[in-house]
């Protein structure tokens, strides 16, 4: 058992565990934020996908030896008091979402392209997402969607 | 107003994007057990003995069941009952459950499930879906491993190809297909006093309800089922939850405790079902002047182990056997057979994908045999308005694949004549469906739908319906029908989770049945309710009934507007009726077994894909650059969810087409995963214009046909004779891998 200190959605956590449980495991079981999803549980989907230190990465790949000090950010943490985020709206707005599983995943890795870089192409938005497999929207909305929330962020700040 | 044909944002949209929508793996209740399943390793073997007696005492289990502990009878039951629920004497495929572990967390059931030996005695196994109806092969299933067969007799086959100048026949073959849904397979089954209530992943709730009654030994009203919001399905979550559902159930029917059972990626990839490979031969013949004149085909399914839906898989293939072509000599044979491999099911498109490959590929082949224009020769033989089919079904309403093929043509259709010297040579195909619409007369007694409405005081409205949402927007569509038919707004009006107790059995959400069926119960079930408001609203407007007009939150007559809230309250001040439920009973349909000939279906939805392709000469890879697809699915009730449902259909067809194959050897499937089961990704999502044109149908709700399936089913053949027109390789087995191309170009170096 090892003692891990991180923040997770702004908040500061402290969780005793086993060194080998997955970050997956941890949101969703231990600290009950069920938004993030798994798909295969082998970083093959990008279900889990959740930020971490301002980066995308599968979170059932990354295990609680590796979280001390980290700051993670899921998909619960990204509208505040109710404000949608931009991502969120826009896939709302353009029909992106159809059965919804992959989408949390999705949109934090929408949410780690935006971050670096704000005004991506259709190229790079679809290299960024190549990781996030779906299986229902054929992605085209969903690419769309990722435009737009780009444009509304740099039109409103 | 009017909500109907409009874009409006998704129902469930906020709930997904927010991460707040509660699947099943989200959802646990005190003092849950956890659920493991142990799976036969041999393909075909008897079990000599299990022995659990070490690993029932591990740290954390409660309990392991095998089929000595089933209260009830020990069958899943679909069509022909033959499949257990865990495994008794015999082992028919690898995966095959034979017992459930059951543990105070999911580490310890996980370990126990590997510790537990079971003794088998190897037997011949069968893997090839044609030897299997050889005589001298191991038989699984009756006296010649035949699960179904379907005939077509139509015509005079013999005098048909007579009269026929160019006739081609040519053997081809399709691949397994993975549902690969990204939620897998997940139940909870949690015992309620006498109740056992079930929530879980699913499309068919009342097939879950039937399963669990039958396996349990309860009557279905101690059976309650209720659908959580479900993570894709495709076909994939139609018969096989009766199976998870029952191993959940029974556990927590003999422990008296909550029980979750959430599938691995690979278990649920080894064990669940998939779109049947098919083996089809497929000799048509047409006259000089272009029609289609004679066909016979023999149509193959490798079932797998257990029948589950094949029969009824195999149907529809077998009506679709002829595509939408009009042909006056036909001969289908199709069979269904066992083999110890994992048993198929439902897949979108259920058996037409598999056949549309091959009558489309030799509709273009036939073409180029004539050197006439390939939309030109379809134009020449497709069904019109007052054409039979080859089932002999006088078209009478909404059929407008003219239109579609048109319509595709003028926006995409260019065939280059020159030819580039380029390594990467462009090509261009066309391939049209058609889709009937519901379960026809293979379902016929699933062939109704129920619907509860309810208004309540402050003016919102509840409704329910049997059918279910699994992704394809069904949830927002019928709102919309909701919403309009009351003249309440559409933010006013909600479903709620689709629940055994609320509504009368509706059959399964398949067949892109859900718009016409639960649609139209719908707008029954608004009919009492809208006299109430209509009755009252012209009391309070001071005008007849017949003068009140209800939209968009509104009550009006003439110039005047009173809200409909207010009209509501008065309503339920007056205690009129502002709740009911609606039931609707699909058209007559009919079939002759031994001739095949009959109205199978009530309605057809019809469509045309166009694909533009690449193909690397040096690599073998295909790229899909653009795809046209235009379906005539009646009236359009929510254009933006519709684009949706082609868009990812679309992608679904191309993976098909190009990238999806499951490696099975020995009845093994090898590729259990994601990074082996290569599924398209972002980067292969081409171009995809959707365009409908919209020819209502009369018994539909506002006009409505079916969608769902339709998007996929002819986009693999549309590539395969593009990659023809672009390379001149016919591809005859699916998927077109590099490794196939290559394979061919080599064969005939020298050519380009
Ligand atoms: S669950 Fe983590 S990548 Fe699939
Ligand atoms: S919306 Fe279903 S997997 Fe993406």
Redesign the interface.
Known sequence: MIKIKFTVNSEEREIVTEPTRTLLSILREELGLTGTKEGCGKGECGACTVIMDGKPVPSCLVLACQLDGCEITTIEGLSENGNLDPLQKAFIEEGAVQCGFCIPGMIMSAKALLMRNPSPTEDEIKEAISGNLCRCTGYTKIVKAIEKAAKMIIHHG | MNIIGK?I??K????????????I??LTFPNMLYVKVLRSRFPHAMIKDIDISRTKNNKGIVTILTYKDIPGVNVVPVVLMDQPLLAEKEVRYIGEPIALIAGEDKEATEDASHEIKVEYEELKPIFDPVLAMKRNSPKIYGKDNVFSHHRIRRGNIKRGFNECDIIIEHRYTTSYQE??????QGMIAVPYEETMVIYGSMQCPFYVQDAVSKILGLPYNRVEVIQT??????GGKEDVPSLVASQAALIAFKTRRPAKLIY??EEDIESMSKRHPAVIHYKSGVTRDGHLNAVEVKYILNAGAYSTLSPIVLWRGTVHAVGPYKCPNVKVDSYATATNTVPCGAFRGFGTPQITFAVESQMDELANKLNMDPIEFRLKNILRKGDRTVTGHLIKDSMELEKTLKKAAQIGWKIKKEESKDYIKRGIGVACNYYGVGLGAGGKHLSKAGAMVSVLGDGSVNFAVGTTE????METVLSQVAASELGIKYEKVSIVLTDTTRVPDSGPTVASRATVMSGNALIKACKPIKKSITDIAAKMLGCAPSKVKLANGFAGFEKKRINLDDVVSECFKEKRIMSAQGWYKAPYTSWNKATGQGKPYFIYSTGTNIAKVEVNLLTGEVLVKKIVAVHDVGRVINP??A??QV??????GVGYALFEEMDSRDGKIQNT???TYI?P???D?PQ?VSVFVEDPYPEGPFGAKGLGEQPLIGVAPAITNAIFNATGIRVRDLPATPEKIILELDSRQGKF
Do not use: C, W
Request: proline share 2%.
């Open positions: 874009d944002p998704r469930d949209a906020e709930l997904k994007v927010t991460g707040r929508a509660k699947y793996d989200d549902h690969a849904y990204i939620e897998t919001a479900t993570g894709g399905a495709f691995s990626r699994m992704g394809q927007g933006q969810t684009a949706g868009e990812g259909g679309v992608l679904q995963n994601f990074s599924l990704t972002s980067k999502s995809i």
